[in-house]
């Protein structure tokens, strides 16, 4: 799942996961992907900090409280890359920080460092 008002980086995402062979949900905003998480159970979220609404700080806590979805690996998105910005998604239960604008191969490294590759979940 990718949480993201901007639809810029959304559609990016989209198009690295999807050519990667992921499935993706995407949404514009806390409450949209609290609405869609439930139905779609991510295996991994990427959720941007600077949302209007419900911001990624708020949407995190709120994922990692429900115990259906603690363990699901949160990753905070932002342009920002302080120890402050850091250290609060930390807070919050973010299992990782990725900043913004980022590559490729970094959201793919990052999907791959808590995703198990389907090949490797068939054969377990």
Request: proline content about 5%; hydrophobic content about 45%.
């Amino acid at each position: 799942m990718v949480i993201d008002d901007s639809n810029t980086i959304r559609r990016s995402a989209e198009i690295f996961l999807v050519q990667a062979g992921c499935q993706v949900v995407l949404a514009e905003d806390g409450f949209d992907a609290l609405a869609k998480i439930a139905d779609h159970q991510p295996a991994v979220v990427f959720c941007d900090i600077m949302m209007p609404r419900l911001d990624g700080y708020q949407t995190c806590a709120l994922i990692k409280k429900n115990p259906r979805f603690k363990a699901t690996p949160v990753i905070m998105l932002s342009s920002k890359d302080g120890l402050f910005d850091r250290a609060r998604g930390r807070m919050v239960g973010s299992d990782q920080y990725l900043t913004k604008p980022f590559t490729k191969d970094s959201l793919l490294q990052t999907v791959a460092s808590f995703a198990l590759p389907v090949e490797t979940e068939i054969k377990q």
